[in-house]
């Protein structure tokens, strides 16, 4: 409708200009946003959109990560991070006690120190309770 409104103008214009060429310009603007100089409130929708969260079963006692879509173990051996699909038997997992941690990273042990002192001593039994981590915060 609003399409036919304007070309009925258009041709008004022609007739009401006596045969020469009107000079007509047209902007039109779509999507793209707030403008420039709207100031900005809560997260991008990039960074909502294309954020991604990895679950994991954190185990204080033995402080080793366990990926719960992929079923890798996280846990070191000698100082160094290992991943492997089965703990080797040296690894004690107290299954009963974890921290359900959800994180926007593929390597939960870069947060270690922090877990290791954050949840000392406070595995839920049977996993009770969630402790939600944003990494960008």
């Known amino acids: ?44 929708v990039e960074d909502v959109l294309y954020r991604h969260y990895y679950y994991y079963h954190y185990y204080p006692t033995s402080g080793v990560y366990l990926n719960m879509s992929t079923g890798a173990y996280f846990y070191l051996n000698e100082g160094t991070w290992q991943v492997a699909m089965r703990l080797p038997t040296s690894v004690r997992l107290d299954t009963g006690s974890y921290v359900s941690l959800e994180l926007e990273t593929d390597r939960p042990y870069l947060y270690y120190d922090e877990h290791k002192v954050t949840y000392k001593g406070h595995g839920r039994s049977k996993g009770q309770g969630k402790a939600y981590l944003n990494n960008n915060e």
């Open 1 to 44: 409708m609003l399409l036919l409104a304007g070309m009925g103008a258009l041709l008004l214009a022609g007739c009401a200009t006596g045969g020469r060429s009107p000079h007509v310009d047209v902007g039109v603007t779509v999507g793209g946003g707030p403008s420039s100089w709207a100031s900005a409130h809560g997260p991008r």
